[in-house]
């Protein structure tokens, strides 16, 4: 007769016998899910998660990730949203919009843009310019400098050329109307996402500091692992990559 629940044999029995399988199942996939979640710098939601278990191979099901994520307390964690604010202006050279809000391109090295936004340290501001290919939002490009000039988006250039050797001419598009999201939008979502799950979540003593994270967030995260919609759920670097299979 197997022991009343409560008594002493039935806790006996109970801490003899090892987990359930789906227990063990349970606590094998959330450490899955905690491992992937740190490596993105705690900035992910459950669906991407649930997509980072697919790529390893696991089988599960959104809702079941959403359950485990919940329970383990994992939840995207980002930084504060913009003020809200009037922002607008005339552009400060007079240069044809030749990209045209046309952000999607069928090949790699046909068109980049570029813009320039600032972090805040307890040095001063450092000015961060970047280049991104449109074709896989891959960020190919960067400089930080302490003051905002044409060095430093020249600068950005110049590592994008150097990385990519173009072959043949590439529209460069840069920022048109200060503030205006939506004539440069996709170096502006980059920005939004960088200041989101990186800068506004720390403080940085120093422009060497804020360097040091800068690259941290672009070359160690972003571009090889953060996944995007657009790209399938690819990373830039993996997008890239698959294209050329």
């Not at 805040?120 to 960067?142: H, N, Q």
């Not at 990186?198 to 070359?219: K, L, N, P, T």
């Given at each position: 007769?197997?022991?009343?629940?409560?008594?002493?044999?039935?806790?006996?029995?109970?801490?003899?016998?090892?987990?359930?399988?789906?227990?063990?199942?349970?606590?094998?996939?959330?450490?899955?899910?905690?491992?992937?979640?740190?490596?993105?710098?705690?900035?992910?939601?459950?669906?991407k998660l649930h997509d980072d278990?697919?790529?390893?191979?696991?089988?599960?099901?959104?809702?079941?990730?959403?359950?485990?994520?919940?329970?383990?307390?994992?939840?995207?964690?980002?930084?504060?949203?913009?003020?809200?604010?009037?922002?607008?202006?005339?552009?400060?050279?007079?240069?044809?919009?030749?990209?045209?809000?046309?952000?999607?391109?069928?090949?790699?090295?046909?068109?980049?843009?570029?813009?320039?936004?600032?972090?805040?340290t307890c040095e001063g501001f450092?000015?961060?310019?970047?280049?991104?290919?449109?074709?896989?939002?891959?960020?190919?490009?960067?400089?930080?400098?302490?003051?905002?000039?044409?060095?430093?988006?020249?600068?950005?250039?110049?590592?994008?050329?150097?990385?990519?050797?173009?072959?043949?001419?590439?529209?460069?598009?840069?920022?048109?109307?200060?503030?205006?999201?939506?004539?440069?939008?996709?170096?502006?979502?980059?920005?939004?996402?960088?200041?989101?799950?990186?800068?506004?979540?720390?403080?940085?003593?120093?422009?060497?500091?804020?360097?040091?994270?800068?690259?941290d967030y672009i070359e160690m995260?972003?571009?090889?692992?953060?996944?995007?919609?657009?790209?399938?759920?690819?990373?830039?670097?993996?997008?890239?990559?698959?294209?050329?299979?």
């Amino acid at each position: 007769m197997p022991p009343s629940a409560g008594s002493p044999e039935w806790i006996y029995t109970w801490l003899k016998n090892p987990l359930s399988r789906r227990a063990n199942e349970d606590k094998r996939q959330t450490d899955l899910l905690l491992k992937a979640w740190e490596e993105s710098g705690k900035v992910y939601g459950y669906r991407k998660l649930h997509d980072d278990l697919l790529d390893q191979g696991e089988m599960c099901c959104p809702n079941r990730v959403a359950c485990l994520t919940r329970l383990a307390g994992i939840k995207a964690q980002i930084g504060d949203k913009r003020r809200p604010g009037i922002y607008g202006g005339r552009p400060a050279v007079a240069i044809d919009n030749t990209l045209d809000r046309q952000f999607d391109v069928a090949a790699p090295d046909k068109a980049w843009v570029t813009d320039i936004t600032y972090i805040r340290t307890c040095e001063g501001f450092a000015y961060l310019a970047v280049v991104i290919d449109l074709y896989s939002r891959r960020v190919i490009g960067w400089a930080m400098q302490s003051r905002q000039t044409t060095d430093v988006v020249l600068q950005a250039l110049l590592m994008a050329v150097w990385r990519r050797k173009p072959k043949d001419k590439v529209l460069v598009h840069s920022m048109s109307r200060r503030g205006n999201c939506h004539d440069n939008a996709v170096a502006e979502s980059f920005f939004n996402l960088l200041k989101r799950e990186r800068i506004r979540r720390r403080g940085y003593r120093s422009r060497d500091e804020a360097r040091q994270d800068v690259f941290d967030y672009i070359e160690m995260f972003y571009n090889p692992k953060r996944k995007h919609v657009r790209n399938g759920m690819l990373s830039p670097v993996e997008f890239e990559r698959q294209q050329k299979i």
